[in-house]
């Protein structure tokens, strides 16, 4: 056969082939399950203590609060117990799903990264006696430049010592903190751990404040997210924005639909907590910005 009528018959016969790439997968990936916290932070400026926080969470119909170590504290000093801080979350059908420490973990020095894992240790103690099985990891105590390799040791460590306790560590970035602001410095971190229960904490206002931008979480994928903060951000210039500018998603102009669907398509499970640190908001009826919190996120959601 001559060389063209060759080619010709090869062309012919491919045309009756379906153009399906070899490596097409016909099973579909499961989008991502969602429930909804209550940061606490957002009701701070009201002045509420935890079971007035627990009972208005539950009425406006969250499935969880995040907490603050300081809050629990306050809590044990009016001489009650973690026993009946966790029966509070049990009778109100709430899970106490996160809290946010600020224990000097990944600080440099020696000495103060060791007594950063001891508090971290008593919180998580704490936590797992009412149930809540996670504890925001920021990088409080670390000065710039971080090596992030180190750091990524010492995640690792965290993380042992989060199986220990029942009480994971969630690696969180801060957008105004130099030392630890970007999702970079995060995943690389995660990575760096090597480590199977690694979970970085995101934030909208953090990721834009800090100048990491959206287009990132599209590099995660399924649980390295359990939690993430919901909010939004104003037209105010990024490097002059504060947390008391954040609001509520969709009232500002950060790119929700587009997180939203990033998020589901990530697939695991995804808790989105409302945390803000408006005090607009702390001046008004706790009720009421808790169901409109709630409101603004299930549009996206």
């Known amino acids: 056969m001559k060389r063209r009528n060759l080619l010709k018959s090869i062309a012919l016969g491919a045309t009756a082939i379906p153009l399906v790439p070899v490596f097409a997968s016909t099973t579909k990936k499961k989008e991502a399950t969602i429930q909804f916290s209550l940061n606490t932070s957002t009701l701070r400026g009201q002045k509420l203590d935890l079971p007035q926080i627990i009972e208005i969470a539950a009425k406006a119909g969250y499935d969880g609060i995040e907490l603050w170590i300081s809050e629990l504290d306050a809590y044990l000093k009016t001489g009650k117990s973690l026993a009946s801080?966790?029966?509070?979350?049990?009778?109100?059908?709430?899970?106490?799903v996160n809290a946010i420490g600020f224990a000097p973990w990944m600080a440099q020095e020696v000495e103060k990264s060791k007594a950063g894992f001891e508090q971290m240790e008593k919180e998580m103690a704490m936590l797992a006696a009412i149930g809540c099985k996670r504890i925001a990891a920021p990088a409080i105590g670390a000065t710039a430049p971080i090596d992030l390799l180190a750091a990524g040791e010492q995640y690792a460590s965290l993380l042992d010592l989060g199986r220990k306790t029942g009480v994971m560590p969630q690696l969180e970035f801060w957008g105004a903190y130099d030392p630890f602001h970007q999702l970079g410095q995060a995943l690389a971190t995660a990575a760096a751990a090597n480590d199977p229960d690694a979970r970085?904490?995101?934030d909208v206002y953090h990721l834009f404040r800090g100048g990491s931008g959206f287009e990132g979480l599209k590099l995660v994928n399924g649980n390295a997210i359990e939690v993430f903060h919901m909010n939004d951000f104003t037209s105010k210039p990024r490097l002059e924005q504060k947390d008391s500018d954040r609001v509520y998603p969709g009232d500002g102009i950060g790119p929700m639909k587009e997180i939203a669907a990033t998020l589901k398509a990530m697939g695991g499970n995804k808790i989105l907590s409302l945390e803000v640190f408006n005090e607009t908001y702390w001046a008004?009826?706790?009720q009421l910005v808790a169901n409109t919190g709630l409101k603004k996120m299930k549009q996206f959601f």
């Open 85 to 96: 801080l966790k029966k509070l979350f049990v009778d109100a059908k709430i899970i106490p």
């Open 200 to 202: 970085i904490l995101p």
């Open 284 to 286: 008004q009826d706790a």
